[in-house]
């Protein structure tokens, strides 16, 4: 014969559930009782909770919070997240991702799907190379310019500064062609000439573009 036995633990407050069999003793002529464990009884709902079966308690998961917390800051007070939203409407998070990935590591966009992992980016979803790469198939020239346009309407109200830069590749200033061992001769052009247009107020980059020739007096740059 069985029977369920109820009994309050008084060191941590919690009623047990025994399940109480009555045996046979043949060898002594009495009966003996055994008794197991079930578990203990929820106090809310009344039910027996099994042993090793209570509620499963999730791991906790560690994210680094600092750089890409201060990068969303920066990117709302200077207006970029919204330019950006309004640019890439369907894939704004993943490019906020990829942006902040670059700024703080500086690496190749392949490791994002490493790094997306123990950090808190804008990005929520799995994320995968493909990903990525519909991501970069997707920014076309109509969505350069809605960015470059959008960014600067930020900057309408404020006065800009244009400012011509020329860099000089430091391979060979005396030779424009590069040899690769066996491969045909390749030209490299020295110089690359960039107009960079700037808002007064706080520097920031507004637009750029690479041009042929540095402008060399006032009539050349109207």
């Known amino acids: 014969m ?69 990068l969303e800051k920066v990117s709302n007070d200077i207006g970029l997240s919204e330019v950006i939203r309004e640019s890439v409407p369907d894939h704004w998070e993943l490019f906020m991702s990829c942006l902040f990935y670059v700024v703080t590591e500086n690496g190749p966009l392949s490791n994002l799907v490493y790094w997306y992992r123990d950090n808190d980016i804008p990005y929520t979803k799995p994320m995968e190379n493909s990903d990525i790469i519909d991501l970069l198939e997707d920014i076309d020239m109509n969505t350069q310019f809605r960015f470059f346009r959008g960014w600067r309407d930020n900057f309408q109200e404020n006065n800009f500064c244009t400012m011509y830069f ?57």
């Open 2 to 70: 069985s029977s369920i036995v109820y009994l309050k633990n008084k060191t941590n407050g919690k009623v047990y559930a025994y399940l109480n069999e009555s045996i046979w003793d043949s060898e002594n002529k009495k009966c003996r009782c055994k008794r197991k464990c079930l578990g203990h009884v929820d106090p809310v709902t009344g039910k027996i909770v099994p042993n090793g079966k209570g509620s499963v308690r999730e791991s906790a998961i560690v994210s680094s919070v600092g750089a890409t917390a201060f």
């Open 166 to 222: 020329s860099f000089r590749t430091s391979y060979d200033r005396n030779d424009e062609t590069i040899r690769f061992n066996d491969l045909p001769v390749v030209h490299v052009d020295q110089k690359t000439n960039i107009c960079m247009t700037f808002d007064m107020g706080s520097m920031t980059p507004v637009s750029y573009s690479v041009i042929k020739a540095t402008p060399r007096n006032l009539t050349e740059i109207r």
